[in-house]
């Protein structure tokens, strides 16, 4: 009891400690101006003490619950032992298919342009979970392949006038070409060269853009590119909105199908031994280079498509839009809903777009808050938010075991 | 006594080195078919890293590899990547056991069918009739395995939570899912209790004569080693010194003294 | 000639300061092979720190290379207690888990350093105070190299000097290199090695911090924002040199600035940040090892 208090007493004054600098005094070297703030070391002290002992609490939990795995003992919440039931589970997402569906009807157009965006993050999470969360392929630079697809359509359709159900597709396929390209010397590396090499990849396609201007006109970027077109009809700002919307949870349904069907194949086990462990998934004949490429390419080609139908939706693209932030929130997504899980990214894409969407006063914090939970996802509950469901398998195996027992 | 059989796997002259240090040092073996034939020596010796040149997890410096299908050509392994070797019916374990942990005991031994089967992503997509029937035939091939090695109760668990001789046998179900002819075990029964260890050995044997799989196993259990393999190779510091029956073995003074060696060491 | 040698003494300077930061790197990955994602940060804040000791003085009146030198060593303070907490919440508690958590810990907190000093500071940049003068001996000389790049290499060079003594000499410095070869075998023979470990993030975030305040002063300005690319850029000078390698991670440096600072003076600058990047590339493609380090082969 005493011991915890010393603890967090001293936890506190080291953080009153660490943060007195940036937190209390602010310079303006412009205007020669020092304001002190001396309140905020109340709340550093109080907020540092309070948490420390949240954080323990947190630390001794998770070691319990590691030795129990150990032990054999399953700990399931009751939001798991939900998802399992196939019955219940079908039928939650029958109810939230209506719902979807119905959205736009209810809603005005600003809610409905809010939920395009986190559908284009859902499709972002979903592609990025491919490479990140069921191979293991940490992919810093995601956004690059999001900008070739929203570029492609912004070119092609500022020189060539093409339409976007013709670049839709051809998005997609771009994204992935660059995907192999882009992959093939790079995915032998270990997982963290990796990272930062795909990072690269991001600056390298922002940088490219800004400065390539004969192509991309630069920073200034592409105006008055064309929305979706439906069989010739005109449509008004809302209506097509609408009609984005509806193309968007058409993409969704699509990609849970593929993904789902994808992660339990023999390419998807082959994915996810591979993040496991890769030297004994050579050593079983799984051919590395190959299921790795695959892995990126599919997902390349998801943030292809779905950059179509961003620059489709916007109407205008710049370098801007496609920065390591972007990648950042993506990862995010990923990490939070939890690795490899489909059902936990739709629900963490869901929650880092809307909840600042919705929050206003937590805006200025998202960034912040999404980096400090990334750091405590993977200390407390680096399954995330849904852990991966598994597949049952059906077996009739032989029922005469005699030689054992 | 081997002379007439057919010669699976030929090694000859095998080196190979880590920067200054010479692991393995020109070292020949053969296993033929039907036999079960045994690595020993002591800690450091060399042996996993013979495994590890084989089945070209490592490209060794010199030397040898060569692999006799029956029925088939002979190919030359050096250099070839592990799931190559593995795709022409060579598979292994390994010594640190190396099981995909969070995926549960039956997908592991799945993961071992993925080089005889084929469906790529397309089909995975589309899901065809083709590609349900060779997921059903994975599931039941893999199944069936896990009843041989004893581990059907476990089938659902996560690989991570099984017990240790558990892990190992589990090791050797995924092993013999990629429809080997010849099967490599490094320690297999390291850190098993004595009666884990004789269900073990009774559990090779029976591999080896149902399925017709030829075993090279490493192993520092001498018992097990004595009663079931034959022939017996000796490595010491990288160098073979020693071949022959158990007989043979138990009785040569280099294999004594070496042995002899590493107790005064511990 | 001129123009050659002032890049040439330009690049020695940025490439010196890459190899400050690129040390901390080498260091981190030596012992837990892991890239401290958010040591580009730790950089960012040692120089941010520099400012505000350094602004309060001048604002309230002080001025001249004292204060630099009294900044310099309050930012070093801070940069090593921010290092030594950062490995301790976000790396320690995931010893041993699945290969990439530490690292997308890593990546959350470098996301959530450079928030923090956005929030606490400014999206800003602010200019840094003058505080090297001009030394009169360097006038002859000054339009090839000025005393702030006389003061930065200089600085560098005995700090490096400091460093190699202590790794070399020291019985700190045997532990941490017994740690590097084998974590499990240094513990085993009675190193505590999670200090070592901590000592590491210590000493990489002192030099970072070092690296920040001379940048600082010599490029004149701060921002939350400055760490994430010269972080990049000194990952980039320890792959290069060879990760775990001291002398890679210099050797590294000094070559990334002088490719930066030729390619910008006799090509174009449009492409300088992306130079990097493509060099890291190809040196992971064609010598993963990178200049100086040992190709290890995993052990099965
Ligand atoms: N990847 C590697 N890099 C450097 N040395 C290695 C490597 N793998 C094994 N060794 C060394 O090779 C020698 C033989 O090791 P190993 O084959 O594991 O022996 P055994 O399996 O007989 O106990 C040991 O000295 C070991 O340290
Ligand atoms: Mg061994």
Redesign the pocket.
Known sequence: MLQDFKQSLVVSLWFVFLTFPLLVVRVNTIENVVVWRWSNILWVAIGSFVLSYFWRFLLLRRNRRQKQAEEGIASYGPLQAALDNILLRNRAMAVLLVLALIFPLIFDTYQTNIMVTALIFVVLGLGLNIGVGLAGLLDLGYVAFFGVGAYSYAILNYYFDLGFWIVLPIGGILGCLFGIVLGFPILRLRGDYLAIVTLGFGMIFKVMMENWETLSLGPSGIANIDRPGFFGVQMSLAQSTTYIYYIMIALVVLTIIVTNRLKNSRVGRAWIALREDEIACVAMGIDMARTKLSAYALGAFWAGIVGVIFAAKTTFINPASFTFMESAIILSIVVLGGMGSILGVILGAFILVLLPEYLRAFSEYRMLVFGAAMVLMMIFRPQGLISNLRQIYQYKGTKDKTAHD | MTENKHKLLEVKGLTMD?GG?R?VDSVSLAVHEGEIAALI?P????????FNCVTGIYTPTSGDILLHPKGLETRRLNGLKPNKVTEMGLARTF?NIRLFSSMTVLENVMIGRHCRTRSGIFRSIIRNRGVREEEQEIVETSYRLLEKVGLEKFVNEFARNLPYGAQRRLEIARALATDPFLLLLDEPAAGMNPYETSELDQLICRISEEEQIAILL?EHDMKLVMKISNPIYV?EYGKKIAQGSPLDIRDNPKVIEAYLGEEVDA | MEYFLELFFSGLTRGSIYALIALGYTMVYGIIQLINFAHGEIYMIGAFVALIVAGVCTIYGLSGFAILILAAAIAAVYAAAYGYTLEKIAYRPLRGSPRLSPLISAIGMSIFLQNYVLLAQTPDFLPFPRLIPDFAFMDDVAHIIGSPELVILVTTLITMVLLTLLIKKTRVGKAMRATQQDLNMARLVGINVDRVISLTFVIGSVLAAIGGVLVASYIGQVSFYIGFLAGIKAFTAAVLGGIGSIPGAVLGGLIIGWSESFAAGYISSDYEDVLTFVLLVVILIVRPAGILGKV????V
């Open positions: 880590f240090l692991a020596g800690n450091g010796a060399g042996k996993t890293t013979f010594q490493i490595m | 290890r082969k995993q052990k």
